[in-house]
């Protein structure tokens, strides 16, 4: 079975996670740093599909908590269409992100994570978070 694959689309970082071959569990894989370039990650993300026979990309969506589309998601979006470009064999899928980050930020602190730590592990939860939504909403349908 094919894998999927999340993102965690950020400013600065971009956390990526995947799913096992049989697309049950999820586990993080990294946290890019953009250096304000998707090149760089476009090109992670090709050694990424060089090693892992990656089918589906689910893109976290950040909206406002009232459902609004935020600042963010148009450079999301944008980034979005870039992938469409790049990988068009590829499934793009986007799912909502909202409070993934908060969730990480508290997974992190219950664990007691030294918290210069947490910022290169932060985004890569979050991914975590965005890939096991979408299997769950997968699941229930």
């Known amino acids: 079975m094919r894998r999927i694959l999340g993102i965690d689309y950020g400013e600065a970082r971009v956390g990526v996670s995947i799913t096992d071959s049989l697309n049950i569990t999820v586990q993080g894989l990294e946290t890019i740093e953009r250096n304000q370039s998707d090149k760089v990650i476009l090109r992670r993300l090709d050694e990424i599909f060089a090693n892992y026979d990656v089918e589906t990309i ?68 979050s991914a975590e978070y965005i890939l096991e939504t979408y299997l769950g909403k997968k699941n229930n349908s």
Do not use: Q, W
């Open 58 to 125: 689910v893109v976290g969506m950040p909206y406002h908590m009232n459902g609004d589309k935020s600042e963010r998601a148009e450079k999301t979006e944008e980034f979005i269409h870039k992938l469409r470009c790049k990988y068009p064999d590829k499934k793009i899928e986007t799912i909502d992100e909202r409070l993934t980050t908060v969730a990480a930020h508290k997974t992190m602190n219950l664990l007691e994570v030294n918290k210069h730590k947490k910022r290169g592990i932060v985004d890569t939860l």
